[in-house]
């Protein structure tokens, strides 16, 4: 009789462990959907972002092919680059992977195949944080390189500028030389190079972020 009562105590404590452990699993993978969900929204509208910003720096791009600039391609120049400094990034919400990774939580995470999942989502969230170094150095090394060819003053003077759009006035610039237009040029063709590839990025890594989303949902049978 003690050792059945003792078995029997042994197997109803590790079924309320399995209770437990099924519970926190079931909270951690719910809340990680939250985030994931929130996840794709962001990198959605960071690739629309940035797919705008190309297109802009395209047509500001397509000014170096005039050894000297006329008052009509000035006031393009103006105005795409007002895009140069423009910065849109992804960040990821990384309250549950972090609870995960620093608290043991993966210990929860029954299916050797989610956690494998999960941990995935996390290198390619590092691998997207990489790859926005050289993207935000590009952006403020053609930031200054805009700040040495513009007069941003003018933006400000209603005869240069009246309720945001260019008046006929000719526009100013601090030099007007063809080589040192072509350094500006240079500059701005790679952020248009390090844009893309963080475009690129995060256009490779949507799809298992949405994946990930419905592989969880469907093994969790959470609608």
Known sequence: MIFLAVTMGFIAENFREYLTTKEKEYEYIHSLIHNLEQDKTDIINTIGDNQKK???????????????????NKRSLYQYSRMVSFYSSFSSNDATMTQLKN????????????????????????????????????????????????????????????????????????????????????????????????????????????????LLKKEYEIN
């Open 103 to 214: 608290t043991g939580g993966l210990q929860y995470i029954r299916k050797d195949h989610i956690a494998d999942s999960i941990s995935r989502y996390d290198e390619i969230v590092r691998s997207i944080n990489a790859a926005e170094i050289p993207y935000s150095k590009a952006i403020n090394d053609a930031v200054d390189a805009v700040s040495e060819l513009l007069l941003f003053k003018v933006w400000k003077d209603t005869a240069y500028f009246k309720n945001g759009m260019a008046t006929n006035k000719e526009l100013p610039l601090l030099y007007d030389n063809p080589q040192k237009l072509n350094i500006f040029f240079n500059k701005i063709s790679l952020e248009r190079g390090w844009t893309q590839n963080y475009l690129n990025n995060l256009q490779e890594k949507l799809p298992f972020t949405i994946k990930l989303i419905d």
């Open 54 to 72: 190309l297109n802009d720096l395209d047509s500001l791009l397509s000014l170096s092919s005039y050894s000297k600039l006329n008052p009509v």
